[in-house]
């Protein structure tokens, strides 16, 4: 039985195990598959670290309040965070990394950075 390169469909000669014609088939490969495997996670962190430089633009003082439509206008994706934090009194803190937003009444929400123990 003949086989052949996964990457190319050459014939492949030599060790019964061998998958790949050689080391460029090899690499093209694995390297395909792992720009598959990958592609919804480099979205996702993508849009993790596009929020948190926002985040960070619009609060250099560590707590601010702006209005939601601000951080909009910025391309902030509301739809991805990294953790939630629940206070004491109920209140949900979301963040994307060290920082944070609580949504407030009249379109407003409040800006902050988590603090370093």
Known sequence: MERLCLDCNAVVNGRADKKFCDDQCRTNYNNHLRTEDNSFLNEVNRA????REILKLKNPEGK???KRE???????????????YA??????????????YLSLENEEVLLVKREEK
């Open 87 to 100: 206070t004491q009194k109920g209140t949900t803190y979301i963040f994307c990394y060290e920082y944070g």
């Open 48 to 51: 993790l670290k596009k929020n």
């Open 70 to 84: 601000v951080l909009l206008r910025k391309g902030f994706d509301f739809n991805y965070h990294t953790h939630t």
């Open 64 to 66: 601010t309040k702006v």
